[in-house]
């Protein structure tokens, strides 16, 4: 399907690629201006603190286009707009240089890719032919080509950003992402490490926009070398992932599973402390029954106030029914753990250590459930009815 041409913005973000980097330039100037998708395009490189020398050679490229133009503007792109340099004094991080070239683009569409030469840019026009389809359009590597630990370690963190943000994309990390401009500008990034394109395509998908997958040629690295696989970079990419699941990305259930978790944890332990407490201090000793019926009542009570207060963000008065309904759980509870414990070992012989972990998974996902659901809910406020659409009475005389 063809369609009206685009304007692109092209950039690469580039840390120590001073052997690649030019050669990605004038790939990308090639591509672009004989492409029938794009009516003018840009090209941005965003250097990252490289230690080598990717500025300087980038910055005498531009100088040395600029001259050509000057002295024979018929030699230059008749769709090239300029070559711009957007330098990040220190190194920053990937993702903060693909955020500034995010921001540094200033035509209706956005592109980025490596500047490791990985890529095929030829395929650019493989996206860009997706625009009437979709309003992003995302290359995944087929194949990848990459070393088996890296590979092992990509699908580690796709399956992480699907379980916890409900992320289903094939090839999160693939740098071969075409956007609308005015659409990626629109959010604010928290992440600016390797956890970067995650927020983002997060973002856009929870923002409604339609996406389109295409497979993309991957080869391997000729030349630089990657930074993927330093401690300090996967240190940082699950500090804000974890920064991101705990605040505004988190999914609402998963977050109270987890909180679940920890108060079901804290009222283990109050039960426990206060057990032996009170037969272990002489001044506070009782028999074992009454002992362990406090106890698991102060358990209980600990369990109820944090998970209607934290668990599940609830902030009005306790209702009288959420009490009988929270005692009814709890109740149900015991009697499940019970009954599925003696099922799985005496009439399917499974190994009691197994059973007791099955019948502890089982017993909280049902609870969870039913607190979610039925106990812990929040009263939703009846509309007023104005004064004028109230139901008028005649007055008794």
Not at 67 to 92: E, F, G, I, Y
Not at 215 to 238: C, E, N, Y
Not at 257 to 270: D, E, M
Not at 342 to 371: C, E, K, Q, R
Request: some cysteine.
């Amino acid at each position: 399907m063809t369609h009206k041409p685009v304007t692109l913005s092209i950039f690469f973000p580039a840390y120590n690629e001073e052997e690649n980097i030019i050669p990605s330039i004038e790939k990308a100037i090639d591509v672009a201006e004989s492409s029938p998708f794009v009516e003018k395009f840009e090209v941005i490189v965003v250097n990252d603190g490289s230690s080598d020398h990717t500025k300087s050679r980038v910055k005498h490229y531009i100088d040395s286009l600029h001259a050509s133009r000057s002295t024979s503007p018929a030699v230059s792109s008749t769709k090239l707009a300029d070559v711009r340099l957007v330098n990040h004094p220190q190194n920053r991080g990937y993702g903060a240089a693909v955020l500034s070239g995010i921001h540094a683009a200033q035509m209706n569409y956005v592109f980025f890719t490596d500047a490791d030469l990985q890529f095929d840019l030829t395929e650019l026009n493989s996206l860009l032919v997706q625009i009437p389809n979709a309003e992003v359009i995302l290359g995944y590597r087929a194949p990848r080509r990459d070393p088996f630990m890296r590979l092992l370690n990509a699908a580690g963190w796709k399956g992480l950003n699907r379980l916890l943000f409900g992320l289903k994309v094939r090839d999160i990390d693939c740098a071969f992402k075409l956007f609308p401009t005015s659409l990626v500008q629109r959010f604010r990034y928290v992440a600016t490490g390797a956890m970067t394109s995650a927020e983002i395509l997060i973002r856009l998908t929870r923002s409604g926009a339609s996406i389109k997958e295409v497979p993309v040629t991957h080869w391997p690295r000729v030349a630089g070398s990657p930074t993927g696989a330093k401690l300090s970079v996967i240190a940082r990419a699950f500090t804000e992932m974890i920064q991101l699941y705990v605040g505004e990305l988190g999914l609402a259930t998963q977050k109270q599973a987890i909180r679940f978790i920890c108060v079901g944890v804290l009222n283990t332990l109050v039960d426990i402390i206060a057990y032996i407490a009170l037969t272990r201090v002489p001044e506070l000793a009782v028999s074992i029954t009454m002992a362990k019926l406090i106890s698991f009542l102060a358990g209980t009570v600990t369990s109820f106030v944090l998970n209607r207060s934290w668990t599940f963000q609830m902030r009005s008065k306790v209702r009288f029914i959420e009490v009988v309904r929270f005692y009814s759980v709890i109740s149900l509870s015991l009697i499940i753990n019970i009954v599925v414990m003696s099922f799985l070992t005496n009439y399917l012989g499974v190994y009691d250590l197994v059973a007791l972990l099955l019948t502890t998974v089982f017993t909280f996902a049902a609870s969870f459930t039913l607190s979610r659901a039925w106990v812990f809910i929040k009263e939703v406020p009846r509309p007023s009815i104005p004064a004028e659409l109230s139901p008028k009475f005649p007055q008794s005389t």
